[in-house]
Each structure stands twice: as C-alpha cells, then as structure tokens.
C-alpha cells in the first residue's frame, strides 16, 4: 500500500528497552529516519539511515534495517520518562525531490 | 536564536474566512515545506519551495496557496475555510533538495481551529 504502517501505542517501563517498528513502502527509499515529537512541539531528527546500510547506532539509539521485508526499527535503550513522545519513521522515495513521507506514529509512554 | 519559527500559533477562525500562517527560517536553508498534521497525528506533505520555487504541490485544495517572498520566508494563505482544515500546520526548512541525508528541521506548528 501507499502507507507507511507503525503501531499507534508503545508502554514501557523506564529503564526497559523500547523497540519501535515501521513497515514502508518503497524498496527504493534512500534514506530512512526516525522523528521525534514531545507535546505540543514540532517534530526533531532523531537518526537516519541510508538504504545501503543494516544498522546504525548512536549513543542509546539502534536502527535495525532489512530492506527485503521493508522494516525498519528503533530501539531505545534505558528508556527514560524524557524519551515520552511520539515517533515517526519516515521515508525519502526516489525521484521526489526530497519529499519525505511519513508514518503513522507510535506514541511512546514510560511509566516509573 | 537560529530556528524555524511560525505565526500565530494559534489561530481560530470563522468558516469561510480567509487566513494566513506566516514561516521565517534563519538558518540559511534554501528549501522550506508546509505540511499538515491532522488529529490522528498522521503528518503530510503540501508544498515545498526550492529558492523561491514550487516543486512540490501535493494533492491541496486550490484554497491553499503558498507564496515565498524570499528564501527565508513561506506563507500559507488559506481562503474559504472549512472544519476540515482544522488541524496543526508545520513548516520546515533544509539545506538544499540535492543534499545527502536532507534533514528537516520543522517550526513549532501553528494550530488552526476552524467553527
């Protein structure tokens, strides 16, 4: 389909890991990314990854790629109450200048 | 302080009015885009100008119409408004549409409420 699929809710326990999944859509995407939205705010660049790579880490944060199933994950380490928002993925389709497509958005809470 | 900044950030309106969303970036970026984030949080595009240039115009009612004075500004002006044009509008601005990765860096939102 033309949507990029994320599951709406994710709970977790501060301190747990939390794992954010995305299905997209276009094998052909370049880059891939994750945003942040806290409430009320506009949404900031978490990380990205480009297609031609599997992983990618940074600090509390992993990107999980396969590009033959067309999923993509974040993974937050010691997940902590501040890491409460929401969380896009997003995709940058070839030939669109630059067009970023969306999902749907998971909203993270963190209970103590 | 360097940011992607809107005006209003709210703004609550009759149907049938016409309004304006007003956007400045001063980091120097030469793309800015307008998308809109309807209630369910489901965020997407509208436009985007490249130095002054339309390049993209997704699927938006001719009531929509963007105007970029410069590069650092994108106004929206909105005529005849609807209900279902409430929601919250996000500006954002990049580097340059060729850049590697593009990222976007987006505006607080402006949320519109329309009677």
């Known amino acids: 389909g033309e949507d990029v699929e994320q599951s709406l809710f994710l709970s977790v326990r501060e301190g747990d890991s939390s794992v954010i999944n995305c299905t997209y859509t276009?094998?052909?995407?370049?880059?891939l990314y994750w945003y942040k939205q806290e409430p009320g705010a506009g949404l900031q660049l978490l990380t990205y990854?480009?297609?031609?790579?599997d992983m990618k880490q940074d600090q509390r944060l992993t990107v999980l790629l396969n590009k033959k199933d067309k999923h993509l994950s974040l993974r937050i380490a010691d997940t902590q109450t501040g890491d409460s928002a929401i969380y896009f993925c997003?995709?940058?389709?070839?030939?669109?200048?630059?067009?970023?497509?969306f999902g749907t958005g998971t909203r993270l809470q963190v209970t103590l | 302080d360097t940011a992607v900044s809107q005006t209003p950030k709210y703004l609550v309106t009759q149907m049938g009015n016409d309004k304006s969303i007003k956007c400045e970036q001063n980091?120097?970026?030469?793309?800015m885009y307008w998308y809109k984030q309807d209630s369910k949080k489901f965020l997407k595009i509208m436009f985007s100008?490249?130095?002054?240039?339309?390049?993209i115009n997704e699927t938006v009612p001719n009531r929509f119409s963007p105007k970029s004075p410069d590069k650092a500004h994108l106004n929206l002006h909105i005529n005849s408004l609807e209900l279902g044009d409430s929601a919250v509008y996000f500006c954002?601005?990049?580097?340059?549409?060729?850049?590697?990765?593009?990222?976007?860096?987006f505006g607080p939102g402006t949320r519109l409420t329309v009677l």
């Open positions: 954002a601005s990049s580097h340059s549409r060729t850049s590697s990765y593009n990222e976007q860096f």
């Open positions: 100008y490249n130095n002054k240039e339309l390049i």
């Open positions: 980091l120097g970026h030469d793309t």
């Open positions: 276009d094998s052909s995407s370049t880059y």
């Open positions: 990854i480009f297609s031609n790579m």
């Open positions: 997003a995709e940058m389709r070839t030939g669109t200048a630059s067009k970023l497509t």
